[in-house]
């Protein structure tokens, strides 16, 4: 269990580095996608909701990679991933392996450090 949560680990701070540096930097192509997913995409970045989203990514990503804060960084990279997969699923699911990938690692980690998260698995406070 050790082995697998640190290349999740790894694997997480890798791919979200990475597309959160992209965000800011565009370095990455975007690739040839459906009308509605280009419309979607289009209408985030021009309104900058994107921004505190590849923030969000590149802060996680940063935590992974120093193995700090790691409950915090799952708990704030879940959503995002949630994001990324409906937006796969929905609207572009050529290239959703990447967002499966993060699921599995997402899991693996959070099994390793259940602990942190025991307290919000009780029914009464």
């Known amino acids: 269990m050790k082995i697998a949560a640190a290349i999740s680990r790894y694997l997480l701070a890798v791919a979200f580095i990475v597309f959160g540096l992209n965000g800011f930097l565009h370095f990455l192509p975007n690739g040839n996608m459906p009308t509605l997913a280009t419309q979607y995409v289009t209408v985030l970045a021009a309104s900058h909701y994107t921004i505190p989203i590849f923030a969000v990514q590149l802060a996680c990503g940063i935590l992974f990679l120093i193995n700090r804060y790691i409950p915090l960084a799952l708990t704030l990279i879940g959503p995002v ?18 967002g499966v990938i993060c699921t599995i690692c997402w899991f693996i980690l959070f ?11 009780q029914a009464r406070a």
């Open 81 to 98: 991933i949630v994001n990324i997969l409906l937006f796969h699923i929905l609207m572009f699911p050529i290239g959703i392996g990447g």
């Open 111 to 121: 099994a390793k450090h259940y602990q942190a998260f025991a307290g919000i698995f």
